[in-house]
């Protein structure tokens, strides 16, 4: 007698282009675009969740680090832990469908990934998650890989690209720290806004500024209130 499964595993378990919007509520990581979103997602799909090497080697997102990467894929599983997909050829935006669904007093977000609260997983949950994911989830070896990745046309351009953007984005990113150690000796309170958000959020501690600071997207500029 079959396991019965959650969600049918093979092509069906891929989110497609005219899928409802509510399946891909996700937020982008800072310093990614929705394209190289969508690059990564094919990625981890051909390579495996956390295969980071396999990815830098293909050339499909040039000057992106492990660390990045990490970081975009939990934004698209929506929860902060991976070891349970380790090495899975799963489309990661089903599991983020999923888990935008889960609701309770329990669950914890954090810029909309469900964060670990309860103890460490053992090794042998962990291994048993996987198991049960991979039965669940995780694409057949025919679909993996036949899956196309782009390649920039001069891996080596983009890159200088990347890094000038980088610089652009660093000079920007200590023009605001400098303005907010300003206003931190003077007293006077911060407050973050954006030419195309209207609310502004007040912020007098400086752990609240750090955490505001980290997670807002570039072309926010810091403004004194007098």
């Not at 200590?174 to 300003?182: D, E, F």
Request: charged share 30%; proline share 4%; glycine share 6%.
């Amino acid at each position: 007698m079959s396991t019965p499964r959650s969600m049918t595993a093979g092509a069906r378990n891929i989110l497609r282009s005219n899928d409802s919007a509510s399946l891909w509520n996700y937020t982008v990581a800072p310093g990614w675009n929705v394209n190289e979103a969508e690059v990564l997602r094919k990625a981890l799909m051909r390579f495996g969740i956390g295969n980071w090497s396999k990815i830098i080697e293909s050339n499909c997102l040039v000057g992106k680090t492990n660390a990045q990467m990490n970081l975009q894929t939990q934004r698209m599983l929506g929860q902060q832990s991976t070891a349970e997909f380790a090495g899975l050829h799963i489309d990661p935006r089903v599991i983020g469908q999923k888990n935008s669904l889960i609701q309770g007093d329990h669950i914890r977000r954090k810029n909309g990934c469900i964060v670990n609260t309860g103890a460490k997983l053992s090794r042998e949950e962990i291994r048993r998650r996987v198991a049960e994911n991979k039965e669940q989830y995780e694409l057949t070896e025919e679909e993996w890989s036949t899956i196309e990745l782009p390649l920039p046309e001069d891996p080596q351009l983009l890159l200088e690209a990347k890094r000038a953007e980088k610089i652009r984005v660093e000079l920007e990113l200590k023009n605001v720290q400098r303005q907010i150690a300003m206003l931190r000796k003077s007293g006077k309170k911060v407050e973050l806004s954006d030419s195309s958000e209207s609310p502004r959020t007040e912020m007098d501690e400086d752990e609240q500024a750090e955490e505001m600071l980290e997670d807002q997207p570039v072309g926010k500029r810091a403004r004194i209130e007098v």
